[in-house]
């Protein structure tokens, strides 16, 4: 990687998200985080199954995750890239990934009886004490 960053990657091999989702996903963080800037250079898909203990084949399916996804670019014979993430692509993925969790806590309230307007007390209890697990505790 070029500046001197580290990518830091901890799995949990006892959780039910599979190894290269895991990769994956801590990957786009350090993206979307800026942690990882345009043009650095990520680990050989060889060498970050070496660094973690994985198969080739589980970090291939993440950064070929990561390119479909629009995070890198794999240039043949040289590695792969972090792509310029620009502002409007992360308020793309977070305005998506916001509307398919919101859409699962609908379904899950109206399965827990919860009303349409009590959905909408919870969410502004949670906006106001920037507390997500209030409704565990009520």
Do not use: W
């Not at 786009?28 to 080739?56: F, G, M, T, Y």
């Not at 977070?94 to 007390?121: D, P, R, S, V």
């Amino acid at each position: 990687m070029q500046g001197g960053q580290t990518l830091r990657i901890v799995l949990a091999h006892q959780s039910t998200v599979p190894i290269y989702e895991q990769i994956k996903e801590q990957i786009k963080a350090s993206v979307l985080s800026k942690e990882l800037s345009e043009n650095d250079l990520l680990p050989s898909i060889r060498q970050l199954a070496r660094d973690l203990k994985v198969s080739v084949m589980t970090t291939t399916r993440a950064y070929n995750d990561l390119e479909i996804e629009g995070y890198i670019i794999t240039v043949p014979g040289k590695g792969c890239y972090i792509r310029r993430v620009d502002d409007d692509f992360i308020k793309t993925k977070y305005l998506n990934e916001t509307k398919i969790l919101l859409t699962t806590a609908l379904q899950q309230g109206k399965m827990a009886g919860l009303t349409m307007e009590q959905l909408h007390q919870l969410l502004d209890k949670i906006c106001e004490t920037g507390d997500e697990d209030i409704g565990t505790r009520d």
